[in-house]
């Protein structure tokens, strides 16, 4: 492939944290160009995803288009002759993980000159990473962002016509695309996006800037969505959102998370979830909802941050320590037995000792029943990552570990509490550690490990627990 660029657009942070924008919904269908659907006969894509739920929803659509242009999908990328990774930018880890990878597909693209790599998603939607990628990378052929992913059959056509490398990342998120193509990666369980974007620009995080202004899909083309994943046969419809319970106050036609929740319940898909809910956005009407249907999972994942009024300040949360727990026992009143778990961040700018102490506080105060927890990475162009950091990476390090110990003491004592109980698992597939085992999720999303023959796959059994293992639970079918 000849060395030339050609760029579309380029991303630009004032126009990212630029919220005025107008938008529509477009029903028109993706159209193959005649070119592409001639190049892509007989030959193999392949999507390698980074990061959270989103961008594996956005590789189920890019894996739509790919597929209506004719390729199919491969094992792996050095099968492929389109490979596509699909990134994402919350923490450097995430990025370098991502370098890697480029990295180690060069020898690949050198024996095989034909062959197309992309990089898409969240870390593209950063000048400073296309200018690295551009500079260092030069077998990378294609970079496009997580606004113009519906883009993708046309940019490919004009990559392989036009023997060009090319950019197309845009920062402004345009309309709100339906009707697209999607393969998606189970044919039991789904995510459906509810919202895109998020507008709570929180200090130390990037998403509002790489996935844009929080836009709401119409409650009529979620709700058509998850019915027709419920006809198929789904037995789990996850809602997405970067704050899924903001859902609707863009639309400003009376939609809202509690109706939209309580009208997909009503469709009787066996398991319904949600993610990710921001605990300043989480109202009473909503914990009503969920308390109300059988089928809405009772498992809530309410990342709190931080335990310190100071720090959620700095971090821009815009909820205090006292109302994140008044929040957590409104919800443990109103849903018995309520799962809760959480996302944390340590050793934001300048936390001390004594404010990491008040976190420690608040999980023995919540006990969680599983936690997410990551040491803070400043992130380019965020508010936080321009604070002067007094913290160590060692004592960052030592909080995390003393932190987890006691998140561990809690999940603990919630898993130990499951043996001899039996309970409603999905199963998922043969276990990743043990293929002589099946693994699947409790409704509090629990995993269990249990014997069993591989036809129960995407189905709902019975699972009585024998053994819990902190992370995992070991048990046995139960025939009723
Ligand atoms: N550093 C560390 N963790 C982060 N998260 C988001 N941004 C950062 C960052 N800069 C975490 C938050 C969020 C989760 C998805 O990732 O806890 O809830
Ligand atoms: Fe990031 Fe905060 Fe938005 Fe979550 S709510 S995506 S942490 S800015």
Redesign the pocket.
């Known amino acids: 492939m000849a060395n030339k660029c050609e760029f579309l657009s380029l991303p630009d942070n004032n126009l990212e944290r630029n919220r005025i924008i107008s938008f529509s919904f477009n029903y028109d269908e993706i159209i193959i160009p005649e070119a592409l659907k001639k190049f892509a006969k007989g030959k193999k894509y392949y999507i390698h995803t980074y990061g959270c739920q989103a961008n594996y929803r956005d590789e189920e659509v890019m894996s739509g288009i790919l597929e209506k242009a004719g390729f199919i999908k491969a094992d792996s990328e050095i099968t492929s002759d389109v490979i596509i990774l699909n990134t994402c930018a919350?923490?450097e880890n995430a990025e370098d993980k991502v370098f890697g990878k480029i990295g180690e597909l060069k020898s690949y693209k050198q024996a095989n000159k034909n062959v197309i790599i992309a990089v898409s998603g969240c870390m593209v939607q950063q000048k400073h990473i296309i200018e690295r990628i551009l500079d260092k990378y030069k077998h990378v052929d294609l970079i496009f962002g997580t606004h113009n992913i519906t883009d993708l059959a046309s940019m490919l056509n004009e990559v392989i016509l036009k023997h060009v490398r090319l950019v197309d990342v845009k920062s402004l998120p345009g309309d709100i695309k339906e009707n697209l193509p999607s393969v998606r990666l189970s044919s039991f369980k789904a995510f459906v996006n509810i919202s895109y974007g998020c507008d709570k620009f929180c200090t130390?995080?990037i998403v509002p800037y790489t996935r844009g202004k929080e836009r709401s899909r119409k409650m009529n083309d979620i709700i058509n969505e998850c019915k027709e994943l419920k006809d198929l046969g789904y037995q789990e419809v996850t809602l997405l959102g970067q704050n899924v319970n903001a859902y609707g106050k863009d639309l400003k036609d009376g939609s809202s998370f509690a109706k939209l929740l309580d009208e997909v319940a009503k469709l009787g898909i066996p398991r319904v979830r949600f993610l990710t809910s921001h605990p300043w956005d989480f109202k009473e009407d909503m914990i009503d909802v969920i308390a109300k249907h059988n089928n809405i999972m009772k498992y809530i994942h309410l990342?709190v941050?931080s335990g310190s009024d100071e720090i959620l300040h700095l971090m821009g949360r815009r909820y205090t320590v006292a109302q994140y727990k008044n929040l957590v026992d409104l919800i443990k009143t109103k849903i018995p037995n309520v799962a809760i778990s959480t996302?944390i961040?340590v050793g934001f700018p300048n936390e001390s000792y004594e404010q990491f102490l008040e976190t420690v506080e608040m999980v023995k105060y919540v006990k969680y029943d599983s936690a997410f927890t990551?040491i803070?990475?400043p992130?380019n162009g965020t508010p936080a990552a321009k604070i002067k950091d007094n913290v160590s990476p060692k004592e960052k390090s030592l909080r995390f570990r003393e932190l987890v110990k006691e998140l561990e003491k809690t999940i603990k004592i919630s898993s130990d509490s499951m043996v001899g109980e039996t309970f409603d698992v999905l199963v998922e597939g043969p276990s990743e550690k043990d293929p002589s085992m099946l693994s699947g999720y409790t409704e509090k999303n629990k995993l269990v490990h249990f014997k069993g023959d591989i036809s129960l796959v995407g189905k709902i059994i019975k699972v009585k627990i024998n053994e819990s293992h902190l992370y995992s639970l070991i048990g046995e079918i139960v025939n009723e």
């Open positions: 919350v923490r130390y995080c990342p941050q996302d961040i990551f803070y990475s992130r």
